[in-house]
Each structure stands twice: as C-alpha cells, then as structure tokens.
C-alpha cells in the first residue's frame, strides 16, 4: 500500500504560480512513478504530469506544457508539481497518483494508488 496525500492547492490570481506537493508513505516510493491528474466540476479527470522512477523521464499534457514542473525528492518522499501562468481554466482538484508502470502512463486506470486531492481555484 502506497498513502498520498496532497497539499498547496489554495486560490490564487490568474497569471500566478502554485506549488503543490504530495507526501508518499508506506512502500518503497522510489518504486513507483508518480502522476498529477486534476478534474474539473463536471468533466472527467485528466493527466496533467509524470514523473519516472528517478525524477530523469518526465512528460506533460500539452495543455501545461510550458508551465508546469514536476519533481520528486526520493529522500523526503514527495513529489512537486509547479504551476506558472496560472489560468481559470486550471481551476480543479489536484490529485497525485502512484503507478508501478515503467511506460509513460497518462490514464487513470494505470494508477494503483491515489491521494485525496488539493483544490485549486484560479480566479479572473
């Protein structure tokens, strides 16, 4: 089993920047790559970061392409997601997510464990 738990969502100005953490407890987390998805009222959840076992491999939805950094420090256990530019368009909860998958993973259903989410709100 693989806790996450998310933090640093809040509201923030468009065109401002965020940085959200997510704490992993339990196994091994350099085992495991880890993703931000975040959904929006009403759609479904979407991939937004991942980020490979030993923080070298990372890939990006195109639509934060850009503007967004995912990170991850093995030693404390977390993984970062930055925002830049922010938009009312990125308005959602933020969630973390772990996968075993060594692939490029950006679908939700190749995640095995998930947080419970952060909600950032991005007003105009």
């Known amino acids: 089993q693989v806790q996450l738990v998310e933090s640093g969502g809040g509201l923030v100005q468009a065109g401002g920047s965020l940085r959200l953490s997510c704490a992993a407890s339990?196994?091994?987390?350099?085992?495991?790559?880890m993703g931000w998805f975040r959904q929006a009222p009403g759609k479904e959840r979407e991939f937004v970061a991942r980020i490979g076992w030993y923080g070298i491999s990372t890939f990006y939805a195109d639509s934060v392409k850009g503007r967004a950094t995912i990170s991850r420090d093995n030693t404390k256990n977390t993984v970062y997601l930055r925002m830049n530019s922010l938009e009312p368009e990125d308005t959602a909860v933020y969630y973390c997510?772990?996968?075993?998958?060594?692939?490029?993973?950006?679908?939700?259903?190749?995640?095995?464990?998930w947080g419970q989410g952060t909600q950032v709100t991005v007003s105009s």
């Open positions: 339990g196994r091994t987390f350099g085992n495991y790559a």
């Open positions: 997510a772990a996968t075993r998958l060594l692939a490029v993973a950006t679908m939700p259903n190749d995640y095995d464990y």
